[in-house]
């Protein structure tokens, strides 16, 4: 039985004060947890088992001295533990999407249809409205004619219908849904925005997560190796979110069965692009529906989606992902064309 406030005796210590004492024990006593720690701490938090107190203490200590891989390995094992794993094969690519975009549209979103119109089936999940001034995935949806899952089933049934569907974290994972939503109240992000990333609610062979902080790209590799996750790619993305910046160069931190590998994707321009004013996401449809010219979108719908391939092993060198990717989308314009002509 938990023990509120006022049933805690001054000589029964909480379960969970030990975590907030090994984070917090000063520069010489405090240590990180281990993976162990870290599973049985999360544990202790979804299942309500912590004082609101207490929360606030662990994700601030977190939040200031970053997560290892060995913690964030932790942190998934328990909430993957604490919903409904679906392990049927039937998702080819599991896609996060938790940081909104503030600069740019979400073009990557048009780099998983892609993928998914070519029969690449693609789960994409996320969190929308926890930052002001964002632009969230399941808010732009409706632009495109899709409608965001609200079950693991009703995801299953898109998946299986269009190869393609998002589903967002309440509806999985309520609970850690509730603490990313802390953030306008305590002000800063927490482990949740990293691990969420991790969760591939589908079981999928390959997962691919985007991260704005570099530092945080190959503690999320690591990671995905302790989890025994068989294929993973994360890169630093346009704004947090899993899109290639076709202006900047782009590492991409991998794990294949185990084994960990970097590469360096180049810059698609020699100059970068002025961001544009405001976003539009009506553009989203133009530019799918090839109503709407923007070389800056096409290169990044057509870069993500090539170092998808790359990771799918669809192709074996970028530049024959980027030739496959592109081969695509402009074959999207011939059947667009053959359409308007028949």
Known sequence: MKLTHHEQTPYQEHPFAEIVRILGKGKKGSRPLTQEEACRAMSMILADQVLPVQLGAFLMLMRVKEETPEELAGFVQAARASFKIVDDGIVDLDWSSYAGKRRHLPW???S???LAENGITVFMHGASGHSAGRLYTENVLGYLGLKPARSQAEAKQQLTQQHFSYLSLEHFCPKLHEIIELRPILGLRSPVHTLVRLLNPFNAAYSIQGIF???????????AALLNQAHMAVLKGEGGETERNPDMECLVQSVHHGELSDEVWPALFPRRHIKPE???PEQLAQIWQGR????FAEASIIGTAAVALKLLGKADTQASAHELATAWWLGRDRQRYDRKHQ
Do not use: I, K
């Open 292 to 295: 709407y010219d923007d070389e």
């Open 213 to 223: 902080h570099p530092s945080y790209r190959p503690v999320h590799q690591q990671a």
């Open 112 to 114: 998983a249809l892609l």
């Open 278 to 280: 405001q976003l539009e």
């Open 108 to 110: 990557f979103l048009l």
